[in-house]
Each structure stands twice: as structure tokens, then as C-alpha cells.
């Protein structure tokens, strides 16, 4: 009691505290959260230290009755020292002729964790005692509390309860129970001895049930509650969170949390980030049985375009370069892009009953002659754009995109946010936009087919949920945007490899395969999800030939399961806009008697078919254009007859393809629609060069003198007989298909083709 009334004295002789309250007060380091704030990342301040400042009126009372009852059960009734505690201490250490028992008051400890570091004398402590005095004077009781509870050291650069009990529980501290509330209080004793992270819990939880029996014991807690607290295991987060590490990253770099402090929620949801990283590992065995060591995934929430999950690769690890965000790393597109080019076309008059030429040709490129291929290495002739699309097929993709002109997509593109900043012009892509040439981002990938899912309407993926929603910007029509969407969801369309995956129903996905096997991708969408996976090397390398289907498909199958685990998708709903009719499957018009194949299709409004199938015209034949002369002969060539011919030919298809004899040379005197020395084709002429293309380039091997070239020709209306003209000599005439074989010599020469008419057309090649 003296000493009590002597340091009274000697405080109010001192005056007020040296350390003044306010400097007590810890800024906030930044706690990075799950939209439903469960941690993800914690950031450290310059002393790597991590904290989170709670109001005094946010510390619930069992957090405040846990510290009271491990550190200084008389807080309430000591002037700042505790007179007993220190006799308590002394007799404990003069026993143990050792210091083993501390006398700290927690308004001592409090100033403590506010002066600078220092040895630990007799006179720090009494110096340490005197400023406690005086902050007493100075600031109530709870006030003091709370400052303490907000400082106090909880272990593994933890200060303060809300910090401590983010990390090792998951939780605010409002949240605690009475166990979680006791393990906190219990650490300040010895925080590295007792680490929750640490090897030795048993430690941990023999000092949190000992501060557990002494709050029942002092009567803030209820007996009962103490026993069934201690009763419980430990309850903590097994190692300090980094989770989803690459969105994490990513948002930390773009600095759109520069200068925060305190909790920042991200759009993750953690639960769905863990399965769908859950997933990927799943697949790790597989993909690197078929020559893929890594995979990237994004699932995106339709109606906002928040990013609820990210995994940039199968693990974060140094393993197979895992560091790298494969969801933010730019990839060659393959066939992905093809609902867009196939979206725009319907928003300009096409439909999926549209038919396409899926036959082979070259095309003329910047530096060189392009020649798509499809994936099956076959042409299929004429289709519609339901089975172009659907079955990703490459010729019709490109003879479209050259009939509609790559500026028009390159726009939606663009559009779309698939181009990449300071994108070069269309040109530099060509008509390989079609198939995917373009390198594009995973993550953004997913936000475009999200355009599709949403009617058309795009809007940029979001991480931080209180960033301002964007303008939706409109790219398709919602009647463009559904057909794609009834297109993606056609099952009877899908690949072998995921036609048996047992998806939900309705689920649009589009896989996509870039040259040489090096990218797999499947994306697509339900009602509520848009989710985009991505299979390959980070380093380029070749896979297995390892397609879309079945490299990312499975993974992409897995994830939309797991996503509709508890509710099924929704179905697709038609806009008012769009109608349903019966055509022919063949032509895609309005059946006629002969028309045996008929299916029903959707149309935008005002642009169903008016005119009658003209493929049909007599049962049992399929009357194609002339622009399928050169498929057919191929088919003829392989012994593949069928009931196709040409519209206007003879019906007889072996007379098809025989080439009828030469023409009658003209007679002298009469006049010369077209001379030997120089052809005259007309630009107005339905006959064209399809091969070779204009001023192509061609080098022999070492050792020849010639080239084989096979001349191919394509007439809009149909006729029986062409001839072929090298530099102004007949080469040879040639019926439907009409092609030819010409053995060329080293040189620039001038190949030309014309009808019985003189109407044609003529190209330049060289030969070196």
C-alpha cells in the first residue's frame, strides 16, 4: 500500500505521460480477403510487421476477459503496477534463484511496446513503471485495454488481436469463441515458444486451457463453457494464407491498391478458388502423360463479370515454371475465336442454316499463299453454319471471313478486349484470324464468351468488388448471341472426348487447339458461370498432340460440375426476336417435295427463309453450285460417288469429270474471242483461277527442272468445257472440275483459263 501511495506521488509530481496516447495508435497494414473475407494475403509494414486496428467498441468481452484472466486478473483495481504481482514474482524467482515469473501490468507491457528497445534493467522497469502511472492518469481503463489488445505481440509478426485472429483463425475478432479468445491470451507469455505454426501445439494448448480455468475461475465464463472449451482441439489455420496466389499478384502489381491499408475484399470466392485448384492437380498425371506440364483456369460470375476463381497454374511453384499466371499470359487462340467471327456473320445476314463451302483453296497472303486445312484433313463440301461451328471446321471459317473481310472482325475483336494494346493492323493477322492466329489472354478469353452468355453485351472482368461496374458495351445482337450460344450447347455436336463427360445441361463450351499442339483450350458458359481453361507448356513446347477436347476439356468439365453441384444450369431462353422454322438440312430453304433430310432451325425475325431448296430439285439428287466442281472431282478421284452433281450438268456423274474433247480452233476469218499468243480474260467472267494465286513464288528442289502444278478453276455458273493457257500457248482443256496438270520450267510465266465464250481469267507465277 505505501509504495501504491508513493508512486502516486511521484507520477503527479512527473506530470503527464512522456509517450503521448495518440502515439500508441498502430496504422494498419493491408489484409488482402475473399469477398467473403476470408483471408488471402496479409502485407507486412518496414519492420515486417502485420497489424489491423479495431475500435475499442468492436473487442468483444470474452476476448477482453481471456487477457485479463493470462495477464493481469487485478487490471481493473492497480494504479499501472500491481504491487502484489511484483511480491508474487519476487518470492517465484527468489525460489527458483532464477527470473521464471513476470509482474507486468498490461498498461506496462503497453508502454513497453511503445518505448524504444532496450536492455532490461531495474531502472527500464522503473522507468516502465512510472510512464505506466501516468498513462493511467491520463487515459481510462478500457481505453487502455484496447490499445493494448490492438499492439500486443500475438507471434509471427502478428500485433494485435485482429491481425492474430484473421491468421490463425479465418475470422474477425468479433467472431471468436471463448477457446479461440483463451489461445489468443494465451501467446504473450512466450509467442515463439508457444507458435500456433509451431512444432509443439500440445504447449500451445496446455496454456490455452490454463487461461480457460482461470476465467471460469474468476468468473468470466461460465464453468461449463470452460470445460466444453477445453474440450476442443486448437481450431488453427494450418500455415499463414497465400491464396490465390496469381490473381493476387496480378492485382497487387497493377497498383490498384496502392496506398491502401486495412481490408481490401477481392471478387474470389476462396471456396470455389480451392476446387478449382483442387481440379487442375487432379489433372496433373494425365496432362503430363500427353506432354503438358501445366494448365491455367478462370471462372467468371455472368452477372457481374466478377472473377470468382483463378488459378494461374497447377500449382504455385517453381515446378514446371508455376510461378507464371497462365491465366494473364497471352496464347495462340486456335479455334476459340470462332463463335465471334460466326456471331458477327449472323448480324449480317447469316444463319445456321447458312451454307458454307468447306472445300480446299488457297488464299492470298501478305509474304505468302495461305492453305487452311481442316483439323480432319478432309473437306466436307457444303455445310451449314451450325455444323461449320459446332464441329469447328477451318475452310468455311476462312472462305467466310474472306467474303465478309477480316476489318469487320478485327472490330469485334477489338471490341471484345482480345486485341492487345498498340494491336497491329487486320493485315498483319490475314484471314488466320479466323482460326485463331491471335495471341490472347486466358482471363480475357473468358470475359468475351461471357459477352455471349450475357445477349451480346460486354463488359471487362472485375477483381475488386467496389470498383464501379462498367457500361456494358454491345458487340452482338441478343439474337446473334443466342443462336452462337444454342450452337455451343448442341451436344450432338460436341467432340468424342467430351460428348462422354457427363456436363450439365445446358453448358456452351468451344474448345481450340493452336498449331503444332502447343495450346489446348476449352471455354464456355452456363446461365450463371463463364469458365475458361486453358492445357500446355509455359515454354512453348509441343504437346502429345494434345487437342482442346481432350486436353482442357476434362478439366473444364470437372469445374462446371463442381460449380452446379447443387443447382443445375438454367436453360437457354430464346429472345422474342428470334423464331423457329423447318428447312432442308442441306440447303437450309424451305423444303421442297424432294428434300428427304429436313431438321428445324432458329432465325432473327423477318429473315427466315423464302425461297424453296433448289439442291432437291428431283428426288434423290443433290444439285450443288459450280463452286463445288473441284470437291466433287476429288470425291469422284477417291471412288466416293453419291447422289451429288452439279446443278445444270448431266446427270450421269461418271460423264461428270471426263474432260470433253478439244473445241474446234476458230475459224481464220471469223472473230477471235481469245488468241494463243494472249488470252483476254474479262473481269466480268464467272471463271476463276483458284490455284495457283496471283504472283506466286515457287522454288525447286535441288536437282529439278520442273514443277508439277495442279491449275485449278472455278466457275459461278456452270459450263462443260474450259481451256488452259501457259503464256499464251494452249495447255489443255479440262470439264468440271476443271483442273489440269502442267510440268512448269524455271521462269516468270502467265497462266490463264477462258470458256468457249473467251470469258476468264489470268494470273502470274514464277518458278526459280
Not at 284 to 291: H, N, S, T, V
Request: charged content about 20%; overall charge neutral.
Amino acid at each position: 500500500a505505501g509504495g501504491v501511495l508513493a508512486l502516486r506521488a511521484a507520477t503527479a509530481a512527473l506530470g503527464p505521460p512522456r509517450v503521448p496516447p495518440e502515439a500508441y495508435r498502430l496504422a494498419s497494414t493491408l489484409l488482402i480477403t475473399d469477398r467473403r473475407g476470408a483471408p488471402l494475403r496479409f502485407l507486412t509494414d518496414e519492420r515486417w510487421r502485420r497489424h489491423l486496428w479495431l475500435a475499442g467498441d468492436q473487442i468483444p468481452d470474452v476476448v477482453r476477459h481471456a487477457f485479463i484472466a493470462a495477464e493481469d486478473r487485478r487490471f481493473h483495481r492497480h494504479p499501472g503496477v500491481d504491487p502484489l504481482a511484483i511480491i508474487r514474482a519476487a518470492v517465484v524467482n527468489l525460489r527458483a534463484r532464477a527470473v521464471v515469473s513476470g509482474a507486468s501490468t498490461i498498461t506496462q507491457q503497453l508502454v513497453k511496446s511503445a518505448l524504444p528497445p532496450g536492455p532490461r534493467t531495474l531502472g527500464r522497469k522503473i522507468d516502465e513503471a512510472l510512464e505506466a502511472a501516468r498513462l493511467e492518469r491520463a487515459l481510462p481503463k478500457d481505453e487502455i485495454l484496447a490499445l493494448y489488445l490492438n499492439r500486443v505481440d500475438l507471434g509471427n509478426n502478428l500485433l494485435g488481436v485482429e491481425a492474430a485472429a484473421r491468421m490463425y483463425f479465418g475470422r474477425r475478432a468479433v467472431e471468436l469463441d471463448a477457446a479461440e479468445a483463451a489461445t489468443l491470451a494465451a501467446l504473450p507469455k512466450a509467442p515463439s515458444l508457444l507458435d500456433p505454426w509451431g512444432s509443439t501445439p500440445e504447449r500451445l494448448l496446455a496454456r490455452r486451457n490454463h487461461v480457460l480455468g482461470r476465467m471460469a475461475a474468476l468468473g468470466l465464463i461460465a464453468a461449463a463453457e470452460a470445460a466444453a472449451a477445453r474440450g476442443r482441439p486448437l481450431g488453427v489455420r494450418p500455415a499463414p494464407p497465400l491464396e490465390a496466389p496469381h490473381l493476387v499478384d496480378d492485382v497487387l502489381a497493377s497498383g490498384s491498391l496502392a496506398g491502401r491499408t486495412g481490408v481490401a475484399a477481392l471478387t474470389v470466392d476462396l471456396a470455389a478458388q480451392r476446387e478449382v485448384e483442387a481440379i487442375l492437380a487432379s489433372h496433373r498425371g494425365r496432362l503430363a502423360a500427353a506432354g503438358a506440364s501445366q494448365a491455367a483456369a478462370v471462372v467468371l460470375d455472368n452477372r457481374t463479370l466478377d472473377v470468382v476463381a483463378l488459378a494461374g497454374s497447377i500449382a504455385h511453384e517453381a515446378r514446371a515454371q508455376g510461378f507464371v499466371n497462365g491465366a494473364a499470359a497471352p496464347r495462340s487462340a486456335g479455334s476459340t475465336l470462332k463463335p465471334f467471327l460466326y456471331g458477327w456473320a449472323i448480324d449480317r445476314g447469316c444463319s445456321p442454316a447458312s451454307v458454307l463451302e468447306d472445300v480446299e483453296r488457297a488464299y492470298l497472303g501478305e509474304e505468302a499463299e495461305y492453305l487452311p486445312l481442316n483439323f480432319d484433313r478432309q473437306a466436307h463440301g457444303p455445310v451449314d453454319l451450325r455444323t461449320a461451328l459446332g464441329r469447328s471446321l477451318n475452310l468455311p471459317a476462312v472462305h467466310l471471313l474472306e467474303r465478309l473481310g477480316t476489318d469487320g472482325l478485327y472490330a469485334v475483336l477489338g471490341r471484345l478486349g482480345l486485341l492487345p494494346p498498340a494491336a497491329p493492323p487486320p493485315d498483319h493477322y490475314g484471314l488466320g484470324l479466323a482460326v485463331g492466329n491471335l495471341d490472347v489472354r486466358l482471363l480475357d478469353l473468358a470475359a468475351a464468351f461471357a459477352a455471349i452468355a450475357n445477349g451480346g453485351d460486354f463488359r471487362p472482368p472485375r477483381v475488386l468488388p467496389e470498383a464501379p461496374a462498367a457500361q456494358p458495351r454491345r458487340v452482338f445482337s441478343p439474337e446473334a448471341a443466342f443462336i452462337v450460344a444454342d450452337v455451343l450447347a448442341d451436344p450432338l455436336l460436341r467432340s468424342a472426348a467430351l460428348a462422354s463427360r457427363g456436363l450439365p445441361v445446358p453448358v456452351a463450351l468451344k474448345t481450340g487447339t493452336s498449331t503444332h499442339y502447343r495450346d489446348a483450350w476449352t471455354v464456355g458458359f452456363t446461365d450463371r458461370y463463364t469458365v475458361g481453361v486453358w492445357t500446355g507448356n509455359f515454354d512453348g513446347r509441343v504437346t502429345a498432340r494434345l487437342f482442346g477436347g481432350e486436353g482442357a476439356g476434362p478439366v473444364f468439365a470437372d469445374i462446371v460440375t463442381a460449380l452446379h453441384r447443387r443447382q443445375p444450369p438454367a436453360p437457354l431462353v430464346p429472345p422474342d426476336t428470334v423464331t423457329r422454322r423447318e428447312v432442308c438440312s442441306q440447303s437450309g430453304d424451305l423444303p421442297g417435295p424432294g428434300c428427304r433430310e429436313r431438321k428445324a432451325e432458329w432465325f432473327v425475325a423477318g429473315a427466315e427463309p423464302t425461297a424453296v431448296c433448289a439442291y432437291h430439285a428431283s428426288p434423290g439428287r443433290h444439285d450443288l453450285p459450280a463452286a463445288y466442281a473441284g470437291w466433287l472431282g476429288q470425291r469422284h478421284a477417291e471412288g466416293r460417288e453419291s447422289r451429288y452433281r452439279l446443278a445444270g450438268l448431266t446427270p450421269d456423274l461418271e460423264r461428270l469429270f471426263v474432260p470433253p474433247p478439244p473445241a474446234p480452233p476458230p475459224a481464220a476469218e471469223g472473230p477471235v474471242r481469245i488468241e494463243a499468243e494472249q488470252p483476254a480474260p474479262v473481269e466480268q467472267s464467272g471463271l476463276s483461277i483458284r490455284y495457283p494465286l496471283d504472283r506466286d513464288r515457287y522454288v525447286l528442289a535441288r536437282g529439278e527442272e520442273r514443277l508439277e502444278l495442279r491449275l485449278q478453276a472455278v466457275a459461278e455458273a456452270p459450263v462443260a468445257s474450259v481451256t488452259w493457257f501457259v503464256d499464251g500457248e494452249e495447255l489443255a482443256s479440262a470439264g468440271p472440275p476443271y483442273t489440269v496438270v502442267w510440268l512448269g520450267a524455271r521462269g516468270r510465266h502467265r497462266v490463264s483459263v477462258a470458256d468457249a465464250a473467251g470469258f476468264g481469267d489470268a494470273i502470274d507465277v514464277s518458278i526459280e
